[in-house]
T-cell receptor
Framework: NAGVTQTPKFQVLKTGQSMTLQCAQDMNHEYMSWYRQDPGMGLRLIHYSVGAGITDQGEVPNGYNVSRSTTEDFPLRLLSAAPSQTSVYFC???????????????FGPGTRLTVL | GDSVTQMEGPVTLSEEAFLTINCTYTATGYPSLFWYVQYPGEGLQLLLKATKADDKGSNKGFEATYRKETTSFHLEKGSVQVSDSAVYFCALRRGGSEKLVFGKGMKLTVNP
């Protein structure tokens, strides 16, 4: 198993550009999520999905869109990048049968994004 | 809302020193508690977890006990190694949800 993979590892954007951060997992996990990590802020939840076709907002969703057309993939879209979105982005997944699972969340290696 | 408060550091220790990282939480009900570790340039990995009061999680010489009376989950290791240099995150997950709430993280550097 490759686990959770993320691409790209690094990205530099100009203000106003759009891009998609890719996340894929090969563990047949239902639950997937996106976090951003900023110095002194820990990790904050952006969006999450409890299964294909189902997504919901987390703590800091503004400026980001997600979709979940397959179990394996959960891309994160920045429609119009802003310097405040400079961060490290992590994707995570788990079996996630809510309320029934205490399963571990597995994290990808992260994407470091800089918006100029 | 749910929240996690932990020591933020950074902390520098000598090899074989004793380590304690404090973590307290605020949550309704009975959350599951976690410690995640992030080594330089990598994603987060689960270090240990506890799912109910008085449970002790342990892994790689690290331990933490779920104390409901003090709403705490402090991480300890008796003798740290250079390879333990990393950022440590305390986190909780409320029952019925998969969402993790993280503390701000603490950077640990261990010198030989």
């Amino acid at each position: 198993n490759a686990g959770v993979t993320q691409t790209p590892k690094f990205q530099v954007l100009k203000t106003g550009q759009s891009m998609t951060l890719q996340c894929a997992q090969d563990m047949n996990h239902e639950y997937m999520s996106w976090y951003r990590q900023d110095p002194g802020m820990g990790l904050r939840l952006i969006h999450y999905s409890v299964g294909a076709g189902i997504t919901d907002q987390g703590e800091v969703p503004n400026g980001y869109n997600v979709s979940r057309s397959t179990t394996e993939d959960f891309p994160l879209r920045l429609l119009s990048a802003a310097p405040s979105q400079t961060s490290v982005y992590f994707c995570a997944s788990s079996y996630g049968v809510a309320g029934l699972s205490t399963d571990t969340q597995y994290f990808g290696p992260g994407t470091r994004l800089t918006v100029l | 809302g749910d929240s996690v408060t932990q020591m933020e550091g950074p902390v520098t220790l000598s090899e074989e020193a004793f380590l304690t990282i404090n973590c307290t939480y605020t949550a309704t009900g009975y959350p599951s508690l976690f410690w995640y570790v992030q080594y330089p340039g990598e994603g987060l990995q689960l270090l240990l977890k506890a799912t109910k009061a008085d449970d002790k999680g342990s892994n790689k010489g690290f331990e933490a006990t779920y104390r409901k009376e003090t709403t705490s989950f402090h991480l300890e290791k008796g003798s740290v190694q250079v390879s333990d240099s990393a950022v440590y995150f305390c986190a909780l997950r409320r029952g019925g949800s998969e969402k993790l709430v993280f503390g701000k993280g603490m950077k640990l550097t261990v010198n030989p």
